[in-house]
């Protein structure tokens, strides 16, 4: 499918579908519709009003014109109410019309530019968040069971405004960036663990830098790791088959700002919960385990075409946590590579183990900031559910910017606080620290434990263990399945620097 901006009339459009845009409680159809509507010589309204047709967010009203225009037939897509309005109800709007454009089976589409001009929206931000709903509606995981379904050849947006189609051309190439991002995390965070090991990621670092001058990606593996003081990756290796990589990947622009950022992922490939075994159910989706380092790749995949100006740096840990007679067992004490020791009283927490060693490794790269991003506990989705990550960190300056970001991504997010008082409850007997608190606000004792490990760099930790997979449809362009939850937020924020 290819999708670009052509500078034009609506009315003259020769295509299967033409997709417009209603604000809910609007009287009669303005603007663009308004047009149309007269073309039609009234009928647009007329039949609108007798379906009841009300333009809440997502509902829909198909007509086909009997070829008063040249376009086969109107599509109107409900925006909602003018006050919720928001860049993400025009990715919403764009992935419906293509839902209905693919059930319809047009080969061509166009589509008015939703939202540009609307308050404070710009026509970039609008044609950037359209291509990542067309996109991201489109996805689908295709390994393992052939998609069927059949996208249009041609998906256009038009606007007489020539200065809004020039903005909206360059939307379009940011789209196309953050759209490939995601569903280059999706992908595989949806490969089960059975083809998705700790090498499956070193291979998806090396491959994302190939032939990419601007990237450089350094491996570490079991024994380097362990001249390294890596006990935490170490540890919670040692119950699986498959050895342990620590992957660095530096991004360096052509233009740098003297800005350096590292961003860290969480990344166990499978997560059995080890000796602590999960129960059965629990265990169902432990192939998402790794989502973190895979929205640090997703935002490797296309960061040369995103050219941000800082020095980036992914960072993660990779490994399988895994019951065996090698496996740590509750009671063990690991030494992380910031030398502070930790009593593992339950192997299940094991994403916090690896995270003390990258983390502490991130510190050594000296960044401005760190990010990581982890599904690292039941807890938070007990908290805010299952589409709101929750940040946590040291510095509010920057926690303020990710959610600002986050926002405008279309990625909900909450802070969450880092109460000092509960860092008592990840006190050990005999250790510096113990993998666990107590029953409640496992969430926030998670990160207590990762803020152990950063020093005084700021930084903030985002827990995607909601959001990273979708277990039913989430919105019009995430279905059931991974979410790629992270990759655009990120990416909205390295443009900045
Ligand atoms: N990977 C899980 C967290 C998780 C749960 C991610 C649900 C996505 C969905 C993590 O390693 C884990 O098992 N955490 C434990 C921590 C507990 C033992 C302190 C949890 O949340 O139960
Ligand atoms: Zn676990
Ligand atoms: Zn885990």
Redesign the pocket.
Known sequence: MDISVQKGDLIQQECDMLVLGAFEGGKEPYGAAGEVNEELNGRLFGYWKAEKFKAKQGEIFLMRTDEKIPAKRVLVVGLGKNEDFCVDSVRQAAATSLSVAKQMRCKKVVSVLHGAGYGDLQARDCARAMVEGVRLVDYKFAKYKKDKSKAPEKFEIVSKDGRAVKAAQRGVVDGEAAAAGTVFARDLVNTPGQDMHPDTLVEAANQIAHGKGSIRVRVYNKEKLQKMGAGGILGVAQGSECPPYLVHMVYTPKKPSKKKVALVG?A?TF?S?GL?L?PAG?ME??K??M?GSAVVLGVFSVIDQWAPKAEVHGIFGAVE?MPSGKAIRPGDVLTAMNKKTIEVL?T?????LTLADTLSFAVKQKPDFIIDLA???????VALGEEITAVMGNNPELSQRILTAASGAGEKMWEMPLEKNYRKLIDSDIADLK???SRWG?CL??GLFLQEFVDKVPWAHLDI??P??AERVIDPYTKKGATGHGVRTLLELLREL
């Open positions: 969480k166990v997560d919960g602590s999960k629990s989706t432990m998402i385990d989502a946590n339950n299940d927490a094991e994403g916090r599904t690292l506990t039941g807890a938070c989705v993998n666990i608190g496992g004792t998670a263990a909601g990273a997979y």
